[in-house]
T-cell receptor, first 110, second 114 residues
Framework: QKEVEQNSGPLSVPEGAIASLNCTYS??????FFWYRQYSGKSPELIMF????GDKEDGRFTAQLNKASQYVSLLIRDSQPSDSATYLC??????????FGAGTRLFVKA | DTGVSQNPRHKITKRGQNVTFRCDPI?????LYWYRQTLGQGPEFLTY????????KSRLLSDRFSAERPKGSFSTLEIQRTEQGDSAMYLC????????????FGPGTRLTVT
């Protein structure tokens, strides 16, 4: 079992729709959870982080965390073609190394 | 805030040669991380520093890899006797010590070993 698992996609959604990206992790001691966006040929860009169970909203992005189910998700509302990228889920146990998933490719069709 | 910088951005080397990469973190950040990323994969942890102390090193990192952060500011990553399998993007990230660990990445150094 991989430590952080994501569906590789591609996930294709029409412009204006909600994109839902999911991630599961194996370490129950994990404390911090991050979503990064990575455009092709570029480095990862931090877009959301969440530490407590529940939802956290920032603009068009909502991160959801369920520690009991070891599940974290990212919702992108009103998806735009510029949101087309690979989204990386990352998990850390505070002070220890950060584990990244392999990423989910998102395509937003105009 | 100038962000994380890395040099060089691209490096082409022949198998067996040594290479060194540099990372300059965000100025007030005291944690610095090195990752390696290959096509279709997420960043793979290599090592990290808190100030000048190297606190953790991946067991995947062979003895050919070494990293330093001599004064707790910039860091270097050296790969000795490069192999074709070392071809990858080498990413540096930095963060500020606190309860959480929000890491910000530099642009990366793309290494090609021929």
């Amino acid at each position: 079992q991989k430590e952080v698992e994501q569906n590789s996609g591609p996930l294709s959604v029409p412009e204006g729709a909600i994109a839902s990206l999911n991630c599961t992790y194996s370490d129950r001691g994990s404390q911090s959870f991050f979503w990064y966006r990575q455009y092709s040929g570029k480095s990862p860009e931090l877009i959301m982080f969440i530490y407590s169970n529940g939802d956290k909203e920032d603009g068009r992005f909502t991160a959801q965390l369920n520690k009991a189910s070891q599940y974290v998700s990212l919702l992108i509302r009103d998806s735009q073609p510029s949101d087309s990228a690979t989204y990386l889920c990352a998990v850390t146990r505070g002070g220890f190394k950060t584990i990244f998933g392999a990423g989910t490719r998102l395509f937003v069709k105009a | 805030d100038t962000g994380v910088s890395q040099n060089p951005r691209h490096k082409i080397t022949k198998r067996g040669q040594n290479v060194t990469f540099r990372c300059d973190p965000i100025s007030e950040h005291n944690r610095l991380y090195w990752y390696r990323q290959t096509l279709g994969q997420g960043p793979e942890f290599l090592t990290y520093f808190q100030n000048e102390a190297q606190l953790e090193k991946s067991r995947l990192l062979s003895d050919r890899f070494s990293a330093e952060r001599p004064k707790g500011s910039f860091s270097t990553l050296e790969i000795q006797r490069t192999e074709q399998g070392d071809s990858a993007m080498y990413l540096c990230a930095s963060s500020l010590v606190g309860e959480y660990d929000e890491q910000y990445f530099g642009p990366g150094t793309r290494l090609t070993v021929t």
